[in-house]
């Protein structure tokens, strides 16, 4: 479930969080007992989401921003088992989400975005809890791209390009049959709005 707008790359509004929604919280903030691994790995395979998207990003100096997130999206009212999901994995944060103007309940997110995140916690925990279903597939390249990114590949033309053809071979997985296989800056500013007002963009560092 997701709300997505369009976002025009070359002047961004300031990040300011919608005084409505709580601060999003980590595994510090969770005291809960943990799950069964096996159970988010199949929790996983239905409702977690693996995307990378790339846009032009004027501040930086290669001028393209690659940005990979895991996230699962439910219901506010079951908030109790994401935060539980963090305290399995160990990493990620979880935000609130309004989706008033559509007349939709409140939702929660678990996000992670950290790329280190990402190697040093949900890599080794999906590694040794494996995916069953296609998903699996998408996690394979999904893996494939942050640790070319964490090897800074993307810097070069050569390794930019082959996590343009990783991540389009993730979105053959998807739910569209139209995905495109080459890079339109204007295709790829679809942002996800998690804890914020509808003014502004904001990033996870």
């Known amino acids: 479930m997701q709300e997505v707008s369009r976002v025009r790359s070359t002047k961004r509004r300031p990040f300011q969080r919608n005084p ?6 980590g595994k510090e903030q969770i005291h809960l ?24 990003h004027k501040t930086l100096k290669s001028g393209i921003e690659i940005k990979p997130e895991f996230e699962i999206e439910l219901r506010a009212d079951d908030r ?34 950290s790329t280190r995140e990402m190697v040093e916690k949900l890599f080794p925990f999906l590694d040794q809890n494996p995916l069953q ?15 070319a990114i964490r090897r800074k590949e993307h810097l070069t033309d050569a390794g930019f390009v082959r996590i343009q ?41």
């Open 20 to 25: 409505k929604l709580a601060e999003p919280i």
């Open 33 to 56: 007992e943990m799950l069964h691994p096996q159970y988010v790995s199949g929790f996983i395979d239905g409702e977690g989401s693996f995307s990378v998207s790339i846009n032009h």
């Open 80 to 113: 109790e088992i994401l935060e539980r999901i963090v305290a399995t994995i160990g990493c990620g944060k979880i935000y609130d989400c309004s989706y008033e103007r559509y007349g939709w309940f409140p939702h929660a997110k678990f996000k992670v975005t």
């Open 133 to 147: 279903a296609k998903k699996a597939k998408v996690y394979v390249l999904f893996r494939e791209i942050v640790f």
């Open 165 to 205: 053809v990783l991540r389009n071979e993730m979105r053959k997985f998807g739910k569209k049959h139209n995905y495109s296989a080459t890079f339109d800056a204007p295709m790829e500013t679809a942002r996800i709005r998690e804890n914020r007002s509808s003014g502004g963009v904001g990033h996870d560092s």
